[in-house]
């Protein structure tokens, strides 16, 4: 690509401060260097990388087919399109969210701004005509927790895979376990057993929450017992598309009564055991239940229905609303003989009003009946929204709380 420089700029100070802009470029694209690279108005070299950073950043052949793209990192949002008229973009109610600045000749223009935390809005993209394009924007962001980071000097357990699609309980469905055995359980040991919904992506150590990272390291800190993690996914329909969404997931998490949890003791964990060698301990104490949304309720439903095998609970944003009758366990718990159980939720004040129900008043309703029967329980108010965001950065301590007097 060829730069022009202006006379007066010495050619060896020009080569110097474009190696480094190149070297930016490759190495920290990151939607707040874009805005540091089209604030700088002293050259035309910084414009030109900018416009370079852009296409790579936003997606170059999203924006050439002119499609918008929108980047959120931290609560920082960029928007992108290529369109040869000028354009702004506004939010939903009218108001000017900003002009959009032109990168280059070939139309392609970016709009970079900063927003509260917490912050939930629609917008348009709007030149002449109909808009461009228009969407959600919701900002939520966390620090991580530092042990959901990878530790190379930690000592570090294996994720095993295998794919079940033999239910009796759940019949022509298919699904992925996922297994997280800790690198010093020794096989033909009993270890202490967390089984978690929608499995894949919380054992995935690139994902939101990177459960088994955080176990790696609890489980050499001591701050938890030796555990193997069996993440389920919910089940698809044997003629889905790889695409489509697990047809059978509602009905496995949000149905009240005993068949998910019988589903898992029959099928899924001696299934596990015979395939990978591993024991489970079979007291209640030494079993946990985790899960988000349906899959919160889910936990809650199987340690409900089944005390003697599970007797910790977490759940993050749990659906406890009228999908499948889960509106009724704010009810049930003070009407039913307390049950040998602790219970760690997280709810969101921004989390889901539908409806089905009112999520944050739904938690709240659990919360007020957990205290008047006296549970073993905490629950933890965050500002996040529905999802599993909230969580990431309160795993560690809430796994410490639950584990906290097994070893």
């Not at 088994?212 to 001591?222: M, R």
């Not at 059978?248 to 949890?261: I, K, M, P």
Request: charged share 25%; with cysteine; hydrophobic share 35%.
């Amino acid at each position: 690509m060829f730069i022009s420089f202006p006379h007066r700029l010495d050619l060896r100070i020009w080569i110097v401060l474009h190696a480094m802009l190149v070297t930016t470029l490759a190495s920290e694209i990151s939607v707040q260097k874009l805005a540091d690279l089209m604030a700088d108005r002293s050259q035309g070299t910084a414009r030109q990388v900018a416009r370079k950073m852009a296409l790579q950043l936003m997606g170059q052949q999203s924006l050439l087919k002119g499609k918008a793209v929108v980047k959120i990192e931290g609560c920082t949002v960029a928007w992108a399109i290529v369109n040869p008229e000028p354009t702004q973009v506004f939010h939903t109610d009218g108001t000017l969210l900003g002009k959009m600045t032109p990168l280059g000749d070939d139309g392609l223009q970016v709009l970079i701004q900063t927003f509260p935390n917490f912050t939930e809005f629609g917008y348009q993209i709007v030149s002449s005509g109909p808009p461009k394009a228009r969407g959600t924007l919701r900002i939520e962001h966390y620090e991580r927790a530092k042990e959901t980071e990878p530790n190379a000097d930690l000592p570090h357990g294996t994720l095993e895979k295998f794919s079940w699609e033999e239910s009796h309980i759940y019949p022509r469905t298919q699904r992925t376990i996922t297994v997280y055995i800790p690198k010093n359980y020794t096989k033909g040991d009993e270890a202490c057993l967390m089984v978690w919904q929608d499995g894949s992506r919380h054992a995935d150590p690139n994902g939101t929450l990177r459960v088994s990272t955080v176990f790696d390291h609890l489980i050499h800190q001591k701050q938890m017992p030796v555990t193997i993690g069996v993440f389920v996914d919910p089940g698809r329909k044997l003629d889905q598309e790889a695409s489509e969404k697990p047809a059978n997931r509602s009905l496995e998490y949000d149905s009240l009564g005993e068949t998910y949890v019988r589903f898992l003791l029959d099928e899924i964990l001696p299934e596990t055991e015979r395939r990978l060698g591993v024991r489970f301990k079979k007291t209640p104490e030494s079993r946990a239940i985790a899960g988000g949304s349906s899959g919160g309720i889910c936990a809650f439903t199987a340690a409900w229905e089944r005390p003697d095998q599970f007797s910790k609970v977490l759940a993050w944003v749990g659906s406890f609303v009228d999908i499948r009758g889960g509106n009724s366990y704010p009810y049930l718990l003070r009407i039913t003989e307390k049950k040998p159980l602790r219970i760690y939720l997280l709810a969101g004040t921004h989390d889901l009003d539908n409806t089905f129900g009112h999520w944050p008043l739904a938690n709240r309703m659990m919360e007020s009946s957990l205290n008047f029967m006296g549970y073993d329980h905490r629950v933890e108010w965050t500002p996040c929204f529905h999802g599993s965001k909230g969580m990431a950065p309160n795993l560690p301590n809430a796994l410490r709380w639950l584990w906290r007097d097994v070893q």
